[in-house]
């Protein structure tokens, strides 16, 4: 597989992330209970939805290549664990509640967004890379600071036994989700 292949199929990795996390943390924004969640939400998953954007516009344009088809899950646990959220939350009798979503969010998913910058910008520095490293760099804030609001909002949702339990059953889920494959 070439460089260009392998950058390719990362950019679409991250595209597929952030057009996911775009859908799940619009999808919940209106189910939150706590007004601040709402917010939150909404005003992140925009930032997905723009840098999902962002990502396929930095797909190299090369019929050749065929780049948007590498549109897609960046590795099969991602693809497992938002297939549980799904499930989750398509079941009637889920009560998925604020602790919930937020620990999905920023236990989960969003840390492991991170990863997958740092590990895509661990592998940039060469000729040509310079738009894609401060596309990188503009997520990789964008990201740190949503996870770290996003920690505050799930900090104040766990205030009792209850909601601390449901937390850490969403993360063991997503947690097991990234293990199975």
Sequence with gaps: MSSLDAAS??????AWVSGELFAIEGRWA?????????????THSRHHGWH???????LPDSPALG????????????????????????????????AHRLAALYRGLVPRLLGLLADFGATLGGPGDGAIERIVGLAAQDVAADLHGGQRLLAATLGDLEAIEQAAATTKMLDQAFRTW
Excluded: N, Y
Excluded at 9 to 14: F, M, V
Excluded at 52 to 58: F, K, S, V
Excluded at 73 to 92: M, Q, S
């Design 30 to 42: 209106a189910t939150m209970s706590d007004p601040a969640a709402v917010e939150h939400l909404a």
């Design 52 to 58: 999902r954007t962002l990502w396929i516009d930095a």
């Design 67 to 98: 780049a948007t088809g590498h549109i897609g899950p960046p590795d099969p646990g991602w693809e497992a664990a938002v297939a549980c959220l799904d499930e989750a939350h398509a079941d009637p009798d889920a009560e998925l509640d604020d």
């Design 9 to 14: 199929r990362r950019l679409g990795g991250l």
